[in-house]
């Protein structure tokens, strides 16, 4: 029998044991999720990572959002209902829009907060209370008649997205022709101040329920 040298059994041995070690990591549960997640999210991350946060002023914030809402949102870039801004919105694969708006339906990140003037946030708390109070439940933390959940969101989003409709860039969806019918511009953003100053997930004793 020919004997190796102690120095080659133990470098084998350090060898087998970060094999096993890096099979181990590599196969668990965790990483394997993880893995997944990133290759579902590829296409997606760069705008709005793999959890949902949009990575600049105007890119919404998916996380949380109702998953029926992001599926519709997504085939609508699909179908050209909805004019995508890049052009991978109108190439997500029809099967994986479900897979995808229930990922970020499920994605609880905190969103980072928009810097918003007090004053535009106290009108549009009381404009809420008149026009949105009724689809945006607890101060767009809820939602009726499936309308997006808005506490929270980016306020450069907002903005834009509120002038889209007033300028008819978008098509109101049910009920909202009536809450922006004679709104001002200058309402509009002071309502998008009052969403994005809310915490996306309020305590119990701080809930917002309609007046």
Request: with cysteine.
């Amino acid at each position: 029998m020919e004997w190796e040298p102690l120095g080659k059994i133990v470098d084998k041995a350090c060898l087998s044991a970060c094999c096993l070690t890096t099979a181990l990591i590599v196969g668990s549960p965790v990483v394997a999720a993880q893995s997944a997640e990133t290759n579902l999210t590829a296409n997606c991350s760069e705008c709005h990572g793999i959890n949902g946060v949009g990575t600049e002023p105007d890119i919404p914030h998916l996380n949380g959002q109702l998953e029926s809402l992001l599926a519709t949102m997504i085939n609508d870039f699909r179908s050209d209902k909805r004019s995508p801004k890049v052009r991978i919105h109108r190439e997500i694969p029809a099967d994986r829009v479900n897979t995808l708006a229930k990922h970020y339906s499920q994605q609880v990140a905190v969103r980072p907060k928009s810097a918003t003037n007090p004053e535009l946030v106290a009108r549009g708390e009381a404009l809420y209370q008149k026009r949105c109070a009724e689809c945006h439940v607890d101060a767009g933390r809820e939602s009726d008649k499936e309308a997006p959940l808005l506490a929270g969101q980016s306020l450069q989003y907002l903005i834009a997205q509120s002038m889209a409709y007033k300028r008819g860039e978008r098509k109101y969806p049910y009920l909202m022709d009536d809450a922006y019918r004679d709104i001002s511009e200058a309402d509009l953003v002071a309502i998008a101040h009052y969403f994005a100053a809310e915490d996306q997930v309020a305590s119990p004793r701080g809930r917002k329920r309609r007046r």
